[in-house]
């Protein structure tokens, strides 16, 4: 059986962010630029692993370092999370249909069980 190649995941945003630990470091880059010794003492991870993930990162354009003197500050790249955005917002509006037909089968499920509650119905 022929497998499918798989992109690299220094080259491909997705690939990159389907790795738990780098979406955290992404999701504690979201507010503000954080030095590496930040990263790891929040997220507890070893400082080699951190910089493995931030390299990562880095190199499909998720995040954007600057040294500040011998420190490097990180920081997401908001642009480059457009696409993972655009893509994963296709799947909002059947998010919302999924939800308001649930809501539906409650609400029939409600009125079936008590049908006085309904103030457009006659009571009998």
Not at 78 to 95: D, I, M, N, S
Request: proline share 5%; hydrophobic share 40%.
């Amino acid at each position: 059986m022929a497998s499918m190649a798989r992109a690299a995941t220094t080259s491909d945003a997705f690939n990159a962010v389907a790795e738990p630990r780098r979406r955290a470091i992404l999701r504690f880059l979201a507010d503000r630029e954080r030095p590496v010794g930040e990263i790891v003492a929040a997220l507890k991870l070893e400082q080699p692993s951190v910089s493995k993930h931030l390299k990562v990162l880095h190199e499909v354009g998720l995040v954007r370092m600057r040294r500040q003197g011998r420190c490097k500050l990180y920081r997401t790249e908001a642009a480059a999370l457009r696409p993972l955005h655009e893509w994963t917002g296709q799947f909002e509006r059947f998010w919302r249909q999924q939800l308001s037909r649930v809501k539906e089968r409650a609400e029939a499920k409600m009125e079936a069980l008590n049908p006085t509650t309904n103030p457009n119905k006659e009571n009998l």
